[in-house]
């Protein structure tokens, strides 16, 4: 056996600073070029914007150092220049309304939401010392992410917007609790397939090479199945249904190993969607609108023409490969331009070129969240952090790939760019909690000193062995331990640290 | 766990591989038909929102853009726009635009493929693109004597350089002025369009290219003339059967001469004699000698039945009819029946003779210029045909000088200049209407610089007493001289 040498992980905290420094200038020139390209003169707040925005992102590094000093050093400000760029395509939509009349100030809002999420984002680190805490409030989640997914149908409180019921209207806001509930429901998944991953894994027939699930064990896969198309039929939400779903299936599959589940859940969706495409009419017409965008037939029909999607496509279209540049488009004729339709006006404004980077920044923080699942080692934090970076990277592919016609379009938003306080709030959460996980990920074993510590002259010390196998061989960071029990860790080394 | 987690990143990087190909299928595959679906306001708020070049003639702008304070930033004005508005054509933001604003749309707004170079320079530097420059053929004193000597008749002048084929005068009448359609106020701009639509000669119509193709009458004799040389049959000295009355066959209709009267003495007559009094009875046998496919054929090569011909606007095809009967062959041969021309084509008759019968491709623009004043593009004559050999073109032309110097045609005469031409009186084929005059010239005959086609609607101001040579040939000749003068 090779010999390991031991080598000092980097915190990674001075990356962090060095990155977030261009991630604030690239959201502060948007909004001061917007500003100049619109009116042709700077934003009025832009100081003010500046300064509140580095002060909350330098905050949440320092809250960094303080309590997680070994988090992945990109996702901050990965996150950091998306909220950013968002914010100020949001103000240069509300420009462009201005400029036709009609008065629309989500810029200062979303600036409110995004204060309120990375203040929440930091309480979550200092609060959650280890993110295994959650798993004890497993069924907790359930309850609690299933009462999210249904309470837009509770009449008085629901609220249906542009034919989707997806809304809840409270004290004078509205909130899509579907966010928060995927997050929720993340924490369940992880905190249940992590219990039955060995029955859920290995116990069935094999039939054609696919290892199948007992029946019973179908019931959970069933019962997503039955929520998601539920919402999908009762709350008119193709996106939200095929979230969820997605979220599950990926996560059993990450919990099982087993394709045989993958197999099955996507024949179970798109037998589903099939279904309510033949059955109900409004996602037939969704369908129709996909398949057949630019048909005038479609484009004219009132409700539920291609209108709003065809609009979108003449936009990403106007943008052709280097856009407009900011202020300078007109994302403002495209309907949502600031929600639904904001990858329309950023592919408009900033051109391909500029929606390709925004991609790769999704992908990079995806990937990182996924990196981090490796890194972990217990199997909860695995399962949590995969399922939240995969949750990321699937609502991309859905909102972009609706607006781009690869997928029927569906309402969801596209994350941390959108208008909209609950979409903020969860995924600067979700954020959090992978910041989180990774702290543990990257941390170095505490079972290794090097070198001697001050004070001493002699030999190193011995290398502490607190009773698991692996004390002689170093663990280099982020290998994870194949036969390491999740829950051990939670009496083992965690406690020494 | 891993094992899995490394896959999905893998499916993670395919969906974003996904999402990367779909934006650019939407943003470059597909932008331009998305960039020029009508239902794309984006693009006239674009476009108008753009600093559109200029539309030049011998220097001075007959079409420019100004910077206003409105939705749409920049104002486009024609200067003199009646003269020119059968070459500029109109921009407007109600009824988008015709003529060389719509034919040279991506050149004038700066987004044609042949300036991505400017605008990745533009895009670097930062400045505001901007729309290229076209410069054209046209000779600014010509279309100005067309216009005059058209007066307040109908009807449309085309003029050519024989030896390049680039256009020297395009006017159309009645003409309307363009800058009451480029108004940004959209009511006033569609109440002008419908009023131009209602008006009396059909202003909007583009009569020199497009317009109602009109009969050709007898200056198509000169196709009829070039078949009979170019088959080997006839020599201008040719002796041809002339009676005052021809029976026609399959038929009991007859052609005769136009007022009745004779050609040539004892019912004969050469051909030089023939085209030179336009002798109808003469050129209907000949015709019908000749048949239908020799006449199409040679009139084809004339540049007749083009259906792809752009100066860079379509030009409306000239007809020779597909299935010709014998009776018809006689009337086709004298440019009646079935047989259509437009100014533009009867030019190009002319030209080609002048050209020792190589005939040019006609063209209007000649250079196109960024706003820096590069060259894009510059007009490169190209031939479009050997309309007939230089023998038989030597032999046409002497005998269209015939025609200016002691036949119909002698309204056209230049003292100092000998002028080539011929005349034509085109039935209309309705009772109650006068027939349209023609006249299609070059000059001077030994070195052509300028051919000239004209045609005046319904004899004009003479009316029913019109013929070609007295109604066309003036205009023609004042054409002529505004070219030689200079």
Redesign the interface.
Known sequence: MATIQPHRVRPGRGVELALLVPALLLGLAAYALTGLGVTGELPGNVVGYGVGMAALALGLHVVLRWRAPYADPVILPVAIALNGIGLAMIYRVDLGMVARGREQDFATRQLGWTTVALLLAAGVLVVLRDHRTLRRYTYTAMVVGLLLIVLPLIPGLGAEINGARIWIRFAGFSLQPAEIGKLVLAVFFAGYLVTNRDTLALAGPKVLGLQLPRIRDLGPLVLAWAVSISVLVLERDLGTSLLFFGLFVAMLYLATERTSWVVIGLGLFLGGAVLAATTFGHVAARFDVWLNALDPEIYNRAPGGSGQLVGGLFGLAGGGLFGTGWGKGRPDLVPYAESDFIVASLGEELGLTGLLAILLCYLVLAERGLRTAIGVRDGFGKLLAGGLAFVVAFQCFIVVGGITRIIPLTGLTTPFLAYGGSSLLANWIIVALLLRISDDARRPAPDLVLGPPPGTTTAPLPVRTPGSSRAGAPRREGEPEPSADPTERIAGPGGVR | ??????R??TV??G??V???G???????V??????N?G?????L??EFGRARGPIVVAGEAIASSAPVDDAFKYQRSYANGELYAPVTGFYSIVHRGTMLEQAENDVLNGQADSLFLSRLQD?ITGKQPQGSSIELTINPAAQQAAWDALGDQRGAVVALDPSTGAILALVSKPSFDPNQLATHDSAAANAAYQALLAAEGNPLENKAIQGPTYPPGSTFKLITAAAALESGRATPESVLTAPDELALPQTSATVKNYGGSSCGSGGQTTLADALRVSCNTAFAQLGLDLGADALREQADKFGFDNDEQYVPMKVAPSRFPDEVNAPNTAFSALGQYSVTATPLEMAMVSAAIANEGELMEPYLVQTVRTADLDVVREADPSRMSQAVSPTTAAALRDMMVGVVENGSGKAAQISGVQVAGKTGTAQTGREDESPHAWFTSFAPADAPRVAVAVVVENGGAVGNEATGGKVAAPVAKAVIEAVLGQ
């Open positions: 766990m891993n094992t899995p987690l490394r999905l990143a993670v990087v969906m974003f996904v999402l990367m779909g934006a650019t299928w939407v943003q470059f597909q932008a331009d038909k998305l960039n679906d239902r794309n306001v984006r693009t708020y674009r895009l």
